[in-house]
């Protein structure tokens, strides 16, 4: 066992006899008379998972109950990870304390696509500026996003009708895989648990299918240190979940993540209620570069623009952006304390754009933010909005014969 990595118990047990999603898998982990509580899930064929991230060095005991018991301890040594990333005050730190500053990019369906396409997006990354990834669980119906995944998070009932009780397990380790991959290069999945654009029921899922679904991927993704819980991408226009639905997710990924991930709920029209006290940071969509600072002192939390259009040449006005228009917005954004988040839709021949697909980048922006990160990460410290000193206009007591004086003073 190492600090910050994922420590995975593998047990063998009788399959569930009702849901394969809420199989009820309990461990305990002590360490110096503190305990750490989390959930286990079933993997198919038999196999219970428990995931633990321990955050300190030392002798851990463990003990399992439920579908599976076990006990024992484990040694937690120094590893290589920085741990979660956290919002500390209008910024992010990682865990450890080191400094993350984001710079992210959006590929909506990476792990939707064929194995040779993924292969050549993370090619892609390798060489690129960007440290966090926005993606979906769900695969994504859309303009640019016609094709089929190769499998989906759940298996069909006799009816054909999706089966949230029962997990399609290829599924899972294929997400698994791309998240893991992306944090060996030390980019962050900012993971989009719901979206709008669904030909396949994903979107409409009754309010017990969501609870149930959102259960089972929190049991076994927050062992993951390099996760964001992103409830929605657009969930203003997510017209089957209504507002309470949104606080009853809230409520329901607080129960299931015991480390406290990163929490944002991205919006289309009408932002989402950044003051509720889950939610860890803004995620928004729109250019106004110059709220920034109000927001961040309003909000007190960090502020990502994670839509400000995309660098392309596409026929929808937020995706032919110029690259130049793409690095002005970084800088807009960064230079007033908060952050961004790059996009490109070029058209091509085999509709493989980046922002829906992956593949490769085609635009220049990329060097420029490279740029722009280099600066950033040379800094001694975090940047603040500025505020700008407020004057006021007075005028003194006047004695008589005193001449009257606008003075301007900075108090």
């Not at 993350?100 to 792990?111: E, H, K, R, W």
């Not at 657009?234 to 606080?247: G, H, L, N, P």
């Not at 509709?351 to 040379?378: C, H």
Request: aromatic residues 14%.
């Amino acid at each position: 066992m190492k600090q910050y990595e994922v420590f995975e118990l593998v047990l063998n047990g009788q399959p569930p006899e009702g849901s394969e999603a809420l199989a009820e898998v309990n461990a305990v982990f002590s360490l110096d008379g503190q305990e750490k509580e989390v959930k286990g899930f079933y993997d198919g064929n038999g196999v219970y998972k428990v995931r633990f991230l321990p955050e300190k060095c030392g002798v851990y005991s463990w003990k399992v109950s439920g579908a599976v018991v076990d006990e024992g301890t484990e040694e937690c040594v120094p590893g290589d990870g920085h741990g979660l990333v956290r919002a500390e005050k209008t910024h992010f730190v990682y865990e450890d304390g080191s400094r993350y500053i984001p710079f992210g990019t959006t590929i909506y369906a990476l792990v939707h696509q064929e194995d040779a396409l993924v292969r050549e997006t993370m090619e892609s990354l390798k060489k690129a500026p960007f440290n966090k990834v926005r993606h979906c669980v769900f695969p994504k119906s859309y303009e640019f996003n016609q094709n089929e995944p190769p499998c989906f998070a759940f298996e069909k009932d006799g009816d054909g009708k999706w089966d949230v009780n029962r997990p399609n397990y290829k599924f899972w380790e294929r997400l698994e895989k791309a998240i893991l991959e992306l944090a060996d290069m030390g980019i962050e999945t900012d993971l989009i648990l719901f979206h709008p654009y669904d030909r396949w029921g994903f979107a409409t899922m009754t309010a017990e299918e969501n609870e149930i679904y959102l259960r089972y991927a929190i049991r076994r993704l927050a062992a993951f240190p390099s996760v964001w819980w992103s409830m929605a991408n657009e969930y203003d226009i997510c017209f089957a979940k209504t507002v309470e639905d949104w606080a009853r997710f809230e409520e329901i990924i607080k129960e299931e993540d015991p480390y406290g991930h990163l929490l944002s709920n991205h919006y289309c029209m009408k932002p989402y209620d950044n003051s509720r006290e889950n939610i860890t940071h803004l995620s928004m969509q729109n250019i106004l570069f110059y709220k920034a600072p109000q927001w961040i002192r309003e909000y007190k939390k960090p502020l990502i623009y994670d839509e400000c259009c995309y660098e392309g040449d596409i026929h929808l006005s937020w995706g032919n952006i110029s690259a130049e228009e793409m690095v002005h917005r970084f800088w807009c954004a960064y230079c007033d304390g908060a952050f961004a988040t790059h996009g490109e839709t070029f058209l091509s021949d085999d509709d493989v754009l980046w922002w829906a697909k992956g593949g490769k980048l085609k635009g220049k922006s990329p060097e420029g933010i490279a740029f722009l990160r280099e600066v950033m990460e040379s800094l001694p410290g975090a940047l603040e909005p500025w505020d700008e000193p407020v004057w006021t206009l007075y005028e003194p007591d006047l004695q008589d014969g005193d001449a009257p004086a606008d003075l301007m003073e900075n108090p």
